[in-house]
């Protein structure tokens, strides 16, 4: 059912709940999982695939830290980092690559919250046609 997933990750203990649901969820559908995190600081903003900053050096070295944790459960997994606006950028990945399932954390905002301050989750639920599991961080 669920073949190709993507996760979408912060790099903040918030990612946690979402790792450790998929992880099972992968190990039991025998899906490939794609990790993704959208560097969104100046230099990522501003130089995009270019850029070099110790923020991207940390970004990679945690995208490969959590692959090696799903490979290391028997999973398929591969990591990639997109840059600019997370929302865009999940999106655009979800449209041009495609999968099955796009699995990602949530603060737990209220939803009234959201219509203010807005939200990742709400652009990426309007705006992709592929189920969406959100799960609220603990």
Not at 12 to 23: E, N
Not at 53 to 68: F, G
Not at 120 to 129: A, E, F, K, L
Request: glycine share 8%; charged share 25%.
């Amino acid at each position: 059912m669920y073949k190709k997933i993507l996760v979408t990750l912060e790099a903040t203990p918030t990612d946690r709940a979402i790792i450790d649901h998929v992880k099972a969820l992968a190990r039991f559908m025998q899906s490939q999982v794609v990790l993704l995190h959208v560097a969104d600081g100046w230099a990522a903003r501003t130089f995009g695939s270019d850029a070099v900053s110790p923020e991207v050096a940390e970004d990679v070295a945690y995208l490969e830290k959590i692959r090696a944790e799903f490979q290391a459960a028997g999973i398929a997994a591969t990591a990639e980092l997109a840059f600019g606006e997370p929302g865009d950028e999940i999106v655009k990945w979800v449209e041009g690559k495609g999968c099955d399932l796009v699995a990602m954390s949530t603060h737990g905002h209220l939803i009234v919250g959201d219509l203010f301050l807005g939200s990742t989750v709400r652009q990426v639920r309007h705006s992709i046609r592929v189920p969406l599991l959100l799960l609220k961080a603990k």
